[in-house]
């Protein structure tokens, strides 16, 4: 029974030093924390979800271990290098967008170049052992695409904020990092000196070189370390140059305020809607296809670009359903969407959005009617907002 216990408080000693280890960040402190404190959506020690979040959780733990046949490549995916020799001549049209799979993109605006959630790491997550590896290897090098001049982070789940990505930029010295309240912490423990950082609450804008960069409300949630959750803010991004505005929703389940996001920083030449990683379980977490395709609707969206997909197996489905959803939905609706080859720089032009090739292979995939994501009213499953994706009889 003591050998037992022994082994029990050895193993809690050593989980709680393994999540005070460099890749779990930090958390905020001094000035910072004060900050934080001053913010309206800080309440007891975290940050609040508006709306909150519902879960059924038997539901989501039979969908964790029973998931798709499909939800990852069966085998290796011929992903083309990225041709970064044209990066050294900016888009005609001033604006240009390149995937590198998941939520990793860059964004070329009007002169500026900002490289959004980068990922660049081996897994999702702190280790081998306790990660996600992505279905392929980003289709160019972190040191041929930087650097950059601004950084912008969503939130701090580890399929965003990779810590390998943000140690390697510390050396991109004339490069801003556009976060979250909270996030800030992370960074400076990663080798991000804190006059490189501008830390913004929703609302709140920064202007980097001719860009200005607008924190956007979302309902979602933060944290790296499993004893603490929400000590750092998530949020979209509204980007607005001298001639195009772009909107990067990052993680967010659907809420009343996205047609704000639209009347108050809108119209959008394009916008990178989270469309990946759903489950009916928990759909107040993410949007899903359909819904992403609402929001760009909402937002005054020209042209939207589906992203959080193609690269990690984090829901129970098929790693295309996502793509696959959206273009149904879109040409339903008669929205135009630009479906994005990984590592292939494109300008968003009407050229592209008629010359876009299916990448993907063709695999069985789920219609919006057989796996709706339907979010909660105020985390109340008995009240849904019960959009009707068009396939369906909606808009």
Request: charged share 20%.
């Amino acid at each position: 029974m003591i050998a037992l216990g022994l082994v029990l408080v050895l193993s809690v000693g050593s989980a709680l030093i393994y999540v005070r280890s460099t890749p779990f960040g930090a958390f905020p402190s001094g000035d910072r924390l004060a900050r934080i404190e001053q913010s309206p959506h800080w309440h007891d020690g975290e940050f609040i979800v508006p709306q909150p979040l519902w879960i059924d959780g038997w539901n989501a733990t039979i969908g964790s271990f029973s998931g798709s046949d499909t939800s990852s490549p069966s085998q290796a995916l011929d992903i083309v290098p990225t041709d970064t020799r044209l990066f050294d001549v900016p888009p005609a049209t001033g604006l240009r967008v390149t995937w590198f799979g998941h939520s990793s993109s860059l964004i070329e605006i009007d002169g500026s170049r900002v490289l959004v959630d980068p990922f660049w790491g081996e897994q999702s997550g702190p280790s081998s052992l306790l990660g996600i590896k992505p279905f392929y290897r980003p289709p160019a090098a972190l040191s041929e695409i930087g650097p950059v001049d601004v950084v912008l982070i969503s939130h701090d789940h580890w399929d965003h904020l990779d810590q390998p990505t943000i140690s390697a930029m510390a050396q991109w010295r004339d490069t801003t990092f556009v976060v979250p309240l909270g996030i800030g912490a992370h960074l400076e423990r990663w080798g991000i000196t804190a006059d490189r950082i501008r830390e913004l609450d929703w609302w709140q804008n920064a202007t980097v070189g001719s860009t200005r960069f607008t924190s956007t409300p979302a309902r979602h949630n933060s944290g790296r370390n499993p004893l603490h959750s929400n000590e750092a803010l998530w949020s979209g991004w509204a980007l607005q140059g001298p001639q195009h505005r772009v909107w990067y929703s990052g993680d967010t389940g659907y809420f009343q305020d996205l047609k704000q996001i639209g009347e108050r920083l809108g119209p959008f030449d394009v916008t990178l809607i989270s469309s990946g990683q759903y489950d009916p379980a928990w759909p107040d977490n993410h949007l899903g296809p359909e819904l992403a395709v609402e929001a760009n609707a909402l937002v005054g969206g020209k042209l939207m670009i589906p992203v959080h997909w193609g690269l990690f197996d984090l829901a129970p489905h098929s790693w295309t359903e996502p793509v696959e959803r959206v273009r149904a939905e879109a040409r339903c609706r008669t929205q135009d969407y630009l479906a994005l080859v990984p590592g292939a720089p494109t300008e968003p032009t009407a050229e592209a959005v008629a010359a876009q090739r299916q990448w993907w292979p063709e695999l069985p995939w789920r219609r919006a009617g057989e796996a709706l994501i339907n979010p909660t009213v105020e985390g109340d499953p008995d009240q849904r907002v019960d959009i009707k994706p068009c396939a369906l009889g909606g808009p």
